[in-house]
């Protein structure tokens, strides 16, 4: 499993590689294929303090994650896909 805390919240708790990488997809930061995915989700939750508006900008995008974690239903965000389509119909 991985834990991903960030500020001492929550912004990430389930399994690794697929279960993360599609968690992630799904909120609207897919992780590039050509970067390693431990390097980007760091990246991800960290709040950059170079400058004021970089600490701003990743301040924001913090709360939006830690926000999502908290208040979503994990298991329809994880298995949700846009890519396959409804074969139910």
Request: aromatic share 18%; proline share 9%.
């Given at each position: 499993h991985v834990m991903l805390l960030s500020?001492?919240?929550?912004?990430?708790y389930g399994e690794s590689r697929a279960t993360i990488l599609r968690y992630?997809?799904?909120?609207?930061?897919?992780?590039?294929?050509?970067?390693?995915?431990?390097?980007?989700?760091?990246?991800?939750?960290?709040?950059?303090t170079s400058s004021e508006e970089l600490e701003k900008e990743s301040a924001k995008r913090l709360q939006l994650l830690t926000s999502?974690?908290?208040s979503a239903d994990k298991e329809a965000l994880i298995n949700y896909s846009p890519r396959n389509p409804d074969t139910s119909k």
């Open positions: 500020k001492g919240k929550l912004v990430y992630f997809d799904n909120l609207s930061f897919p992780c590039p294929v050509d970067m390693n995915p431990a390097d980007y989700f760091l990246d991800l939750i960290t709040v950059d999502a974690y908290s």
